[in-house]
């Protein structure tokens, strides 16, 4: 099956600086990479997507870059604001006729007024 | 679009009796839903994949008797908690999706479970 890594597990950025999290997928098959983002106690939200016929996806300030190749993904945010403090999850769609999501372990981003 | 809703938002049971919780798809139809849970400071961990008018797909090391799943039609699915213990504690969610172009996996808003 499916084995999505997410690095790193925390990270800390001062406001108005650049936030790079990072994942990697193990099958080659799977062709929708969704990001969410998840404050304390509420549900994921789905920030933004990419399919693997693009290689790059930018909404205002947040940006996923995919390399199908190296079997990675990217969530890029610029501008960093107190308020994108979260867990961000990445995820992989297995494909091949599934449907469900591996998640990557999350990433506690804390952006320091 | 794309709105799933889930119910309880959160509920205390003693251990020993069992709980259901409501998934519903409110604005499509969803043959497939899922359900997930949640530990403290850990990622989503899928428990099961629920099919509509058949048997559910648990992952491995999920006890297909202990967490009932039940897909009746094609807008709701129950997750129904047997026999709660302390260690079933935690927070449970499901999510669904119409799956067109334009909408990617939709998350209910969970359910804080804790067995005392």
């Known amino acids: 099956g499916e084995n999505v890594e997410q690095h790193p597990s925390t990270l800390s950025v001062q406001e108005g600086d650049s936030a790079v999290i990072k994942c990697t997928y193990s099958?080659?098959?799977?062709?929708?990479f969704p990001w969410y983002k998840q404050e304390l106690g509420k549900r994921p939200q789905l920030i933004i997507d990419?399919?693997?016929?693009?290689g790059e996806k930018k909404d205002q300030r947040i940006a996923v870059t995919l390399n199908k190749t190296a079997k990675h993904f990217s969530l890029h945010i610029t501008e960093t604001q107190p308020e994108d403090s979260a867990v961000y999850f990445c995820?992989?769609?297995?494909?091949?006729?599934?449907?469900?999501?591996?998640f990557g372990k999350g990433t506690k981003l804390s952006v320091i007024p | 679009g794309a709105v799933v809703s889930q119910h309880p938002s959160r509920v205390i049971c003693k251990s020993g009796t069992s709980v259901k919780i409501e998934c519903r798809s409110l604005?499509?139809?969803?043959?497939?839903m899922f359900w997930y849970r949640q530990f403290p400071k850990q990622s989503l961990m899928l428990m099961a994949t629920?099919?509509?008018?058949?048997?559910?797909?648990?992952e491995q090391g999920v006890e297909k008797d202990k967490f009932l799943i039940n897909h009746a039609s094609l807008t709701l699915s129950t997750l129904t908690v047997t026999s709660a213990h302390p260690e079933d504690s935690s927070f449970y969610i499901c999510?669904?999706?119409?799956?067109?172009?334009?909408?990617?996996?939709?998350f209910g808003s969970g359910t804080r479970l804790t067995v005392v």
């Open positions: 999510s669904a999706s119409p799956w067109t172009a334009n909408y990617g996996y939709t």
């Open positions: 099958d080659s098959a799977s062709n929708y």
């Open positions: 990419i399919r693997s016929n693009v």
């Open positions: 995820a992989a769609h297995s494909g091949a006729g599934s449907y469900q999501l591996t």
């Open positions: 604005d499509f139809q969803a043959t497939t």
């Open positions: 629920s099919n509509e008018g058949s048997k559910a797909t648990y």
